[in-house]
Structure formats: structure tokens, C-alpha cells
């Protein structure tokens, strides 16, 4: 559930006195709810025209009350309906517009019966090269070496999954400490042989003939992921000797 500016709970933001907000303040509001959530995937969604930030005259993103919610329901589309950010967009331009505009339905009625289908998720949000330099701020000599370490890889048709935006933030991020991308390989290791462990345990679901099974199986390997992401931080800080806030 996102807080209000005061503290308190809520499924959104309470607060109507039109204070404007800084992404940093934004992302804080929305990491109770979203704890992957980062500035670079906010500037991605501002980029895809979901959320349009006002501006200051020296160029930063102030967010409205309103921007907050939006952000919100974007992200729960994205994590609970498996939409990519097009439908999401036109979905909420519709509403803004006062339009009737129903979310895409696992189930229909056939002689008064509601038939589960095999409804296919919808693909991820992709993004083009160009997009992902400009996202994540970087050169296209640094992509091409991060692509050769396997940090970054492209889709077979040369795109990429938008979460690539955030990979590259972080790795740009970590080079500022003298991190280079050689010293990620065992970062990347990690993080393959712990997705690795939650395949073991979700492939036999997502191979059953039941859709409600199927269904269940991508959201038991989200929680899964979740879990394994909190462990892992939660070990890098105890090797460390710090706390994080």
C-alpha cells in the first residue's frame, strides 16, 4: 500500500494541498508497495508517456499527487495483469477521459457458464537501442561492453526487455565507484543460478494443463523472486557489516 506525505496507509495518496514532489520523495511513496522500484524504471515510465512530471526551471521532475497515483496504478497493471505499458497507457487515458475501459478478462460467459480460458500474457514492455541509451544515460560504447560480459542482452529481433533500463542505470552507477563490468560477472552468476532455484520449483506448475494452475505458477515464481531478492540483500548487508535503510 503506497503512505501518505503524513504516514498513514492507504491505496494511494491522501494529501490534496497540491505539493509538488521529487522523484527521490516519489520514489519512497511507492517502494512500501513496489520494492523493486527505482528512479531509472520512474524516468522510463515518464519516457513511455505513462506520467508526465512538471519540470523546474533548472530541470527537475516535480510530481503532483496525482502523478503519484498514476505511477501506482501503472505499476500494479504491470504486476498483477502481466500488461505491457501501450495497453496500460491506453487504459488510462480512457479513464482520464471518463471512458468505460475494462482491463482484459481471463474469463467469459459461454450459455450463462463462466468458461477460465488460456488467456496468453500479454509480452513484456520491450524497448529499442536508441531508447535504452537514452534511458539509462549511457554511451553506445558502454552497452557494447556490458552486452559482451552478458550483463545486458538483447531479444533476438535487437530489442529489449525494459527492465534493461534499470540493469544498465545500476551498472553505470556501480562504475562510478570503480566497479567495472568485468568485477559483475559474478553478480550475473548469482543471479542466474537463483533464478535457476525458482524454476526448479514453479516448472511443474507452469506445465500443467490447468490455466488457473498456470496462472498461479507466475505469480508463486514473482513471490519466489521477491523472497530470493530480499535474501540476497539481506546477506550482502550481513557480509558487509551494514544496514541499509
Avoid at 46 to 56: A, F, K, Q
Avoid at 62 to 90: A, C, N, T, W
Avoid at 114 to 125: G, H, N
Wanted: glycine share 8%.
Amino acid at each position: 500500500m503506497l503512505k501518505t506525505p503524513s504516514g498513514g496507509a492507504g491505496h494511494g495518496i491522501a494529501a490534496t494541498d497540491g505539493r509538488l514532489m521529487s522523484i527521490g520523495a516519489v520514489l519512497a511513496l511507492l517502494r512500501d508497495e513496489f520494492p523493486d522500484i527505482t528512479i531509472s524504471k520512474i524516468r522510463f515510465l515518464e519516457s513511455e508517456g505513462l506520467v508526465e512530471p512538471r519540470r523546474t526551471p533548472s530541470g527537475y521532475r516535480k510530481f503532483s499527487v496525482q502523478d503519484v497515483e498514476r505511477l501506482g496504478h501503472v505499476l500494479r497493471m504491470q504486476r498483477d495483469h502481466y500488461l505491457p505499458l501501450k495497453v496500460i497507457r491506453e487504459h488510462l487515458d480512457a479513464m482520464e477521459r471518463g471512458e468505460a475501459a475494462p482491463l482484459p478478462a481471463l474469463c467469459r460467459q459461454r450459455d450463462g457458464e463462466t468458461i477460465l480460458e488460456a488467456v496468453q500474457a500479454p509480452a513484456p514492455a520491450r524497448i529499442g537501442r536508441a531508447e535504452l541509451l537514452a534511458a539509462a544515460g549511457i554511451a553506445e560504447p558502454e552497452l557494447t561492453e556490458w552486452e559482451s560480459y552478458g550483463l545486458i542482452t538483447p531479444l533476438p529481433d535487437g530489442a529489449y526487455e525494459a527492465e534493461a533500463v534499470t540493469v544498465a542505470s545500476l551498472v553505470a552507477e556501480l562504475g562510478r565507484f570503480g566497479i567495472e563490468p568485468r568485477h559483475l560477472r559474478v553478480m550475473k552468476g548469482a543471479a542466474e543460478r537463483e533464478a535457476g532455484l525458482v524454476d526448479q520449483v514453479v516448472a511443474p506448475l507452469r506445465r500443467h494443463r490447468n490455466p488457473q494452475t498456470r496462472a498461479h505458477a507466475e505469480a508463486r515464481a514473482k513471490e519466489l523472486a521477491h523472497l530470493t531478492v530480499k535474501l540476497h540483500a539481506a546477506l550482502v548487508q550481513t557480509a558487509l557489516g551494514v544496514r541499509l535503510p
